[in-house]
């Protein structure tokens, strides 16, 4: 039987957690998703959080249960530099994780237009 293909999963917004939960589905993956955060947040009802019609445990998600029901390994860290020819991951702990396949799923950055108040005083 040939070994499992290991794939890491940096980022656990709503891409890298979709991605981790059909990757668990598949035979023969080994599945290890890093974030900083020891929570998913569900960005799209951030606003109804924010007002009150939402409560926070609707919200947010544990990576450690959501780990536990999708049969995948967490770890919270950050990375700290990704060498492509090794295919290794270097978290800013020290720690040294190999890989066949690598997703990079750390979200994005706002396009701040004409409103400059906005990064200070609107952005998530
Ligand atoms: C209020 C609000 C409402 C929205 N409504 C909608 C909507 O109705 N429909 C829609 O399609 N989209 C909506 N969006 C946009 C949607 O939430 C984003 O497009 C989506 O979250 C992007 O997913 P992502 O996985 O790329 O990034 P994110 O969900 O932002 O996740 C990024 C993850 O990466 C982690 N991370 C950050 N840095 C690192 C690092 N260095 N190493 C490892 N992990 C890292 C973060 O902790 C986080 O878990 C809304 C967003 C907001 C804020």
Redesign the pocket.
């Known amino acids: 039987m040939s070994a499992k293909r290991r794939v890491i999963i940096?980022?656990?917004?709503?891409?890298?957690i979709e991605a981790a939960i059909a990757l668990s589905r598949k035979a023969g993956v080994s599945l290890t998703l890093?974030?900083?955060?020891a929570v998913?947040?569900w960005?799209?009802?951030?606003?109804e959080f924010a007002a009150g019609t939402l409560n926070f445990e609707e919200n947010v998600f544990s990576f450690e249960k959501l780990s536990k029901k999708f049969k995948f390994n967490f770890i919270q860290g950050?990375?700290s530099s990704i060498d492509r020819q090794a295919k290794s991951v270097k978290l800013s702990d020290g720690q040294t994780l190999e890989y066949d396949y690598l997703i990079v799923?750390?979200?994005?950055v706002q396009m701040i237009l004409a409103h400059q108040g906005q990064k200070r005083i609107a952005s998530?």
């Open positions: 940096l980022g656990g917004g709503i891409g890298g890093v974030d900083p955060n998913h947040v960005k799209p009802a951030l606003h950050a990375p799923s750390i979200g994005g998530f």
